[in-house]
């Protein structure tokens, strides 16, 4: 008896931690406009991979952001300070993507990983498979940022 009267207050306190996390989620900082700096990852990586960056995470932001955007919000400015592609080991790795989130004057901390899968044409294809690797990137990051700012 005593057990089942723990299970249930646990399982409680489970269901309205989970739903003040979504409700706290759902009300995120409204946002006006969205400002991507890769000046870090151009100086230190260079090209292409700064101006990857630069073209798909704005897009991707006011996307994932989209019912966020209002004239009243803040602007929310990402600057990306590195872009790592991590070495190929058993035909795999973990890349990372790091920087700040402001808005407000608020900044955060902000930084995603990914696994990146090798294929056999990516010697060939050297280029192409490291924009992927990158898109991934800025994917795991756009999904971290609509998801915990």
Same mark, same amino acid.
């Given at each position: ?14 269901? &309205? ?75 795999? &790795? ?29 010697? &060939? ?25």
């Amino acid at each position: 008896m005593y057990t089942l009267g723990l299970i249930r207050r646990v399982a409680i306190a489970l269901f &309205a931690a989970v739903a003040c996390q979504n409700a706290l989620a759902q009300s995120g900082l409204p946002i006006r406009n969205i400002q991507v700096d890769v000046a870090p990852v151009r100086a230190n990586v260079g090209e292409p991979t700064a101006s990857w960056v630069q073209r798909g995470l704005p897009a991707q932001l006011a996307q994932a952001l989209a019912g966020r955007m209002t004239p009243q919000g803040g602007t929310l400015v990402v600057r990306i300070d590195s872009v790592t592609l991590g070495p190929i080991k058993d035909s795999a &790795a973990w890349d990372n993507i790091s920087g700040v989130a402001m808005i407000g004057g608020v900044r955060w901390p902000v930084r995603a990983t990914a696994r990146y899968h090798a294929s056999a044409i990516d010697q &060939a294809l050297f280029e192409e498979s490291n924009h992927q690797r990158v898109a991934q990137l800025v994917q795991a990051l756009t999904d971290w940022l609509a998801r915990d700012l």
